[in-house]
């Protein structure tokens, strides 16, 4: 029993070789090919079964993260609808646990803010500047986050620090008004009315003859005439 055990055992497998030679030979394929999938068999095998696993992997993985981001904008949705009183630690809580998604900056963000409505500039100011090196620059929250760091040093009365992010604020299309005015008005809470009158200036350089923007034009002109009357 044993030797025909051994002997149907060394009969299927040459059948099964026999059948993937046949197979390499249907595909007509030359026979130097044959002869190196014959001889790099496991090794190919191998590799087949490695990238298999890299495919299978990479798509449990794609699943998990669209599952945890989808996970971390209903968490910061309650967050945001919560109570006032634990709003932040709701807020917190979705930093902590999402932390590399962009549900988690906006609660890092959502946190800031928070701070900033009690008055604490330099607190917020401290976070603003902790998120934005995870920020792109193509990011819809750049500017946001440049703009708030920006308002928040300027509250703490850190004018320089404030001056230079309006300055960077001001070449970001859609945030060129505050960006200005924000420059402006840092000039005139030092006393510098003069610096401040070029600056609104340059604004109106910046604009054009636009019609869509007269009444902008108008606000900064009445900006304009009323330090000039100071001097």
């Known amino acids: 029993m044993a030797s025909e055990s051994a002997f149907d055992k060394k009969l299927s497998a040459e059948t099964n070789m026999d ?16 002869d190196f999938i014959r001889i790099n068999q496991r090794l190919i095998q191998l590799g087949i079964a490695i ?3 890299a495919v299978v ?3 449990l993985y794609g699943s998990y993260r669209e599952r945890t981001r989808e996970e971390a904008s209903s968490s910061l949705s ?3 609808q919560s109570e006032e009183a ?11 646990k999402y932390g590399s998604t962009s549900s988690a900056r906006w609660a890092r963000v959502e946190l800031a803010h928070l701070d900033m409505k009690k008055g604490l500039f330099d607190e917020a100011s401290k976070q603003y500047q902790a998120i934005l090196p995870d920020v792109k620059t193509s990011s819809p929250l750049y500017p946001l986050v440049i703009f708030s760091l920006a308002q928040s040093l300027e509250g703490a009365k850190r004018y320089q620090e404030a001056f230079n992010q309006y300055d960077v604020l001001k070449d970001i299309k859609g945030f060129e008004q505050v960006a ?3 420059m402006g008005r840092i000039e005139e809470a030092q006393g510098n009315n003069e610096k401040a009158v070029a600056i609104y200036n340059n604004f109106l350089l910046s604009l054009g003859d636009d019609p869509a923007i007269s009444q902008m034009q108008a606000e900064i002109n009445a900006k304009i005439a009323r330090l000039k009357a100071r001097l």
């Open 78 to 80: 309650l967050a945001l």
């Open 180 to 182: 200005y005015t924000g």
């Open 51 to 53: 990238v298999v696993i």
């Open 19 to 34: 059948k993937v030679e046949g197979l390499l030979e249907h595909f007509n394929l030359p026979p130097k090919v044959i």
């Open 57 to 59: 992997f990479w798509s």
């Open 86 to 96: 634990g709003r932040a630690d709701a807020l917190r809580a979705v930093a902590d």
